[in-house]
């Protein structure tokens, strides 16, 4: 049988993930493997290996694959990460803070919130005032680029106080690890959690989670769950050199494989996080030249996303502008703040700075109201 003729998109992601990915990365998912096999298991050992090497060159720490998004990440965490006796401090200042939050109160984890609000800042004099009240606290948790509004949280300053406390610290990297430079031993963080179809340019289908090796041996026998005991999962990858417990997605690790290269080939993170921030730096002035408004201040604002406020006139409709857009080549992402209407528009991906100016001249016809 014929193989059929690769398709193009019809259109450019512009979203925090999934996100528009190379043609090489898609063609890398046209070939079976068997997970049992070798050559397989060498691939696995081998991005695990590299992306401990992303996140630090000195520490002690290992990698771990989860099956499923980012959010099976989290939850293989916070699940496996938490003993029955300890107590979970989420830092949240937009939906995927409250998603973790959410995950420890399905767990049963005990848990305290503090809420900075969708568009404010994590704010370390709040947090300090916190552990000193509660030294039950055993686990500190926060969203480095919360994608609700594109903001950064400084996890550097969140993880020089966590661990003055002696707290565990655990960081959702998800939108941030491979597009914005970072380092455990910077952060001082014992869990980042990533996913592959985010700064790394690969397919959705699992996550992955670097952790200090003497934290992650702890936790043995604490998951409330069996498919997503991040413990086990290690373990057996440490043992059987690259086996998963379960059916693995070949298919999407080989591609993700293809998108390491790419990020060597491109020279980096900070390669490619300069590509990013020059997306968006003309994004943003494209857009405010032609009256658009950001939602957040520059100095706090991610190269991942940037979310703008909606015109005021009573013509603009979303889902319309949404459509003259995306018949036009490229999709955006509708808001996710309850404060003030939105939308939002992504830098990542397989996005260059020539993608950036068709997008506004397009955006700039298709302006209506």
């Known amino acids: 049988m014929t ?13 925090p993930g999934p996100l528009s990915s190379s043609q090489a990365v898609k063609s890398a998912m046209l070939r079976d493997w068997c997970t049992w096999d070798k050559d397989y298991n060498s691939i696995v050992q081998e991005i695990r290996a590299e992306l401990v090497s992303l996140a630090t060159r000195n520490l002690d720490c290992t990698a ?8 099976f990440c989290l939850e293989s965490v916070i699940g496996t990460a938490l003993g029955k006796e300890d107590k979970l401090l989420v830092l949240a200042n937009g939906a995927y803070g409250h998603r973790m939050a959410k995950i420890a109160r399905h767990l049963d984890i005990a848990l305290t919130v503090i809420d900075f609000g969708e568009i404010g800042a994590v704010d370390p004099g709040q947090i300090e005032p916190a552990l000193q009240a509660d030294p039950t606290i055993t686990h500190v948790a926060v969203v480095h680029c919360e ?10 300053a969140i993880g020089k106080l966590a661990k003055s406390f002696g707290k565990t610290y655990i960081v959702d990297a ?12 910077e952060m001082q963080a014992d869990y980042l959690v990533s996913s592959a179809n985010k700064c790394i340019q690969g397919v959705p289908g699992f996550g992955f989670i670097i952790a200090r090796r003497e934290v992650i041996e702890s936790t043995a026998g604490q998951a409330r769950s069996l498919s997503l005991d ?9 043992r059987d050199e690259g086996k998963w417990r379960f059916t693995s997605p070949t298919h999407v690790v080989h591609a993700f494989s293809q998108a390491l290269k790419e990020l060597r080939e491109e020279g980096g993170v900070a390669a490619r996080s300069a590509r990013y921030s020059e997306n968006q730096r003309l994004l943003i002035d494209g857009m405010r030249k032609l009256g658009f408004e950001c ?5 706090c604002q991610s190269p991942i996303i940037t979310a703008f406020i909606s015109p005021h006139d009573a013509g603009y409709c979303f889902e319309e502008f949404y459509l003259a857009l995306k018949n036009k080549g490229f999709v955006i992402y509708p808001g996710n703040v309850t404060e003030v209407e939105t939308f939002r528009i992504g830098n990542i991906g397989e996005v ?18």
Do not use: C
Request: hydrophobic share 40%; glycine share 8%.
């Open 3 to 15: 193989s059929p003729e690769f398709p193009e998109n019809p259109y450019l992601l512009l979203t």
């Open 147 to 156: 994608t609700t509004t594109g903001r950064l949280n400084d996890i550097v």
């Open 295 to 299: 939602l957040l201040p520059d100095g």
């Open 174 to 185: 998800m939108s941030s690890f491979g597009g914005i430079a970072m380092s455990m031993e």
């Open 230 to 238: 991040m413990y086990e999962q290690w373990r057996t990858m440490e």
């Open 352 to 369: 260059y700075p020539d993608d950036i100016h068709r997008l506004l001249k397009i955006v700039a016809e298709s302006i209506s109201w």
């Open 64 to 71: 771990v694959l989860m099956q499923g998004s980012g959010t």
